[in-house]
């Protein structure tokens, strides 16, 4: 999965890649017609705030914590930075479209690297710059120890999303919508016990739209993100491996610009969680 929470909006209009620094637009000018050695080229999955957008967000004017990782990574290596936003961000096409067509050297927001993300023998990830997944979003007054506590209570989640199965077998009452936002938009009305939704977008809102209102607690629900380079750029993977040290510093703190921390994590047995994940270690 390369997207692991709401939906992009199909209504959007945005344009395929964003540059930095202004480059003429000519259909030559991709990474290998230009001095690699001078331009870092970025590419990042283009589906909700606040990871990634080509276009300015109107709450913060932010475009995401990715693109600020992006201008990090070039600031560290000495280069200009080139964005490239991909739309499509189904199973392998981001780095099938992104990184093996030559429209970018990095491919940032890659979760979950285990499974279809990394192409065999062509794409190689590095370790993980940090992770994501989904939370639960209470009233800073409610007191819920564990998951079980959920059980009977009235809960918002995004339909389709991993929760759906863990509170399916907790027997709460659902209220499925089709964003995060109208989840925590029902939560703060007092319309629903909790949302449990896509973390990034929780903490995000929670930070920015509701001044810190409630409570973000993570859940093992939860997916390493890793950037994928190509097999053979070896030089730019020992460059960037040098300063990998400083940029997860920095991540973190951008972690925390964005709202994208926690207040504590919630544990959940196994026997709640969706199947594939529960091979996973309980938090």
């Known amino acids: 999965m390369a997207a692991c929470g709401e939906k992009k909006n199909e209504d959007k209009k945005i344009t395929a890649s964003a540059t930095v620094e202004s480059f003429p637009q000519k259909s030559e000018n ?12 970025v590419g990042v999955l283009d589906y909700s705030m606040p990871l990634s957008d080509a276009t300015p967000d109107s709450l913060t004017n932010k475009r995401g914590i990715y693109v600020d990782i992006a201008e990090d990574m070039a600031r560290l290596l000495g280069k200009k930075l080139h964005l490239y936003f991909e739309k499509d ?17 990095i491919q940032l927001g890659i979760a ?9 023998n ?26 079980e ?3 009977g209570k009235k809960v918002s989640f995004l339909s389709g999303s991993p929760p759906q199965t863990t509170l399916l077998l907790l027997e709460s009452k659902l209220e499925p919508v089709v964003t995060d936002a109208k989840a925590l938009d029902l939560l703060d009305r007092g319309l629903v016990d909790a949302a449990f939704i896509w973390g990034p977008k ?23 993100v890793v950037m994928g380079l190509k097999v053979e750029d070896l030089k730019l993977k020992e460059e960037l491996q040098k300063r990998f040290s400083e940029l997860k510093r920095n991540i973190k ?6 709202g ?10 196994n026997k709640w969680l969706p199947e594939q994940l529960r091979s996973k270690n309980s938090l």
């Not at 961000?89 to 050297?105: A, D, V």
């Not at 710059?129 to 120890?145: A, E, F, Q, R």
């Not at 929780?202 to 859940?219: C, D, H, M, P, W």
């Open 30 to 41: 991709t990474p290998s017609s230009i001095d690699k050695s001078s331009t870092l080229y």
């Open 89 to 105: 961000y189904f199973f392998e096409r981001p780095i099938r479209k992104g990184l093996l067509s030559g429209n970018c050297q």
């Open 112 to 120: 979950d690297p285990k499974r279809e993300f990394i192409r065999k």
């Open 122 to 147: 062509k794409a190689v990830p590095t370790i993980p710059y940090m992770s994501i997944g989904y939370t639960l979003v209470l009233p800073k007054n409610t007191l819920i120890n564990k998951i």
């Open 149 to 151: 506590d959920l059980r």
């Open 202 to 224: 929780a903490g995000y809102l929670n930070k920015f739209k509701y001044n810190r209102k409630f409570i973000v607690l993570k859940t093992p629900i939860v997916w390493d």
């Open 253 to 258: 703190k951008l972690e925390e610009e964005y």
């Open 260 to 269: 994208m921390h926690t207040d504590k994590s919630m544990s959940i047995s």
